[in-house]
Nanobody
């Protein structure tokens, strides 16, 4: 059974930082591309960025230079380091696992609120 569990969300002031984690089980983690998405109230879920099994990464323009995705295959965990946070980064953040163009699982999400 595939399971993805996000953690690390919370309330942070503008300009602050958070690191989200997504722990995976039930898959051969190193062979999967891992993505981070977010969904703000009243908006569609959008891609934040992804890290491929090869280690290559891509990011949405809105987070480039502020967010960094990394993975630790030994721990079956993918991370999202978020710096210089803005109020517009407020959303529920989800991770997913994808292979051959098919998303095979989503996590339950973790809330990030950026507010003073």
């Amino acid at each position: 059974q595939v399971q993805l569990v996000e953690s690390g969300g919370g309330l942070v002031q503008p300009g602050g930082s958070l690191r989200l984690s997504c722990a995976a089980s039930g898959i051969i983690f190193s062979t999967y591309n891992m993505g981070w998405y977010r969904q703000a109230p009243g908006k569609q879920r959008e891609l934040v960025g992804a890290i491929h099994s090869s280690g290559s990464r891509n990011y949405a323009d809105s987070v480039k230079g502020r967010f960094t995705i990394s993975r630790d295959n030994a721990k079956n965990t993918v991370y999202l380091q978020m710096n210089s946070l803005k109020p517009e980064d407020t959303a529920v953040y989800y991770c997913n696992a994808e292979v051959a163009g098919t998303i095979i699982s989503w996590g339950q999400g973790t809330q990030v609120t950026v507010s003073s």
